[in-house]
């Protein structure tokens, strides 16, 4: 193996071990919004706003590592689909992230009222989010399509989850305008949890066009 072949072997790995490391802080800033929300713990919210900047920068690092790797190497076949990969998913990772500060924002406002006692289940909507932003993370690390399409599959609940969670707090607001502006929050946090999941949905399939040179971001050609 030649010397400029070693090097693009070895900044593959680093941008593979980058973009790893960057879905690992964005599940981390997803967990601690959801207990920030769920725990009403301010404090952990703010945390989570205040730590956004490292995942900011770690984005554009990956990006220029892409750059450089395109530019030294003009890599070919899968190892160019591998960078190109890199740099549509890692925008997607970085949204997550934003929509984790999101949540942690309203969290925080919604503290600063009594609980709002509607039957919504906001943990399932942030388990379902997590859980497929974790599955999106692992098709990416062991490079698999079928994995990849599951996690897809898992979207079409939570958007269930969100449409469900605006009719029962639209259906509060009109009963008791008091509580419009913790429900219409609420709302927020659920369309948050939605958007999540649309982003691990990009993720994947980006994933199968790394994997198998397809493309199945339009739903028809996903069906095909």
Do not use: W
Request: charged share 30%; glycine share 4%; hydrophobic share 45%.
């Amino acid at each position: 193996m030649d010397q400029p072949t070693i090097q693009l072997r070895e900044q593959l790995d680093l941008l593979s071990e980058m973009i790893l490391r960057l879905g690992g802080m964005t599940e981390d800033a997803i967990g601690k919004s959801v207990r920030a929300l769920v725990e009403r713990d301010s404090e952990l919210a703010n945390a989570v706003c205040e730590g956004d900047y490292l995942i900011d920068e770690l984005e554009l690092e990956i990006d220029h590592l892409c750059v450089e790797i395109l530019a030294r190497h003009q890599p070919m076949a899968g190892d160019l689909r591998f960078v190109a990969t890199a740099m549509k998913i890692t925008p997607d990772l970085e949204r997550i992230a934003d929509h984790s500060v999101n949540i942690s924002e309203r969290a925080v406002e919604l503290n600063e009222e009594p609980p709002l006692d509607a039957p919504v289940d906001m943990q399932l909507m942030a388990t379902r989010a997590q859980q497929m932003v974790r599955g999106a993370l692992d098709a990416f690390v062991r490079h698999d399509p079928e994995a990849a399409l599951k996690v897809i599959k898992m979207d079409a609940e939570l958007n269930r989850s969100m449409e469900h969670v605006f009719r029962v707090l639209l259906s509060y607001m009109l009963d008791d305008p008091r509580t419009i502006s913790r429900a219409l929050r609420m709302t927020f946090v659920s369309k948050y949890f939605e958007r999540i999941g649309d982003q691990a949905t990009n993720i994947c399939e980006q994933i199968v066009y790394m994997t198998e040179a397809r493309v199945i971001k339009h739903r028809s050609l996903r069906e095909e």
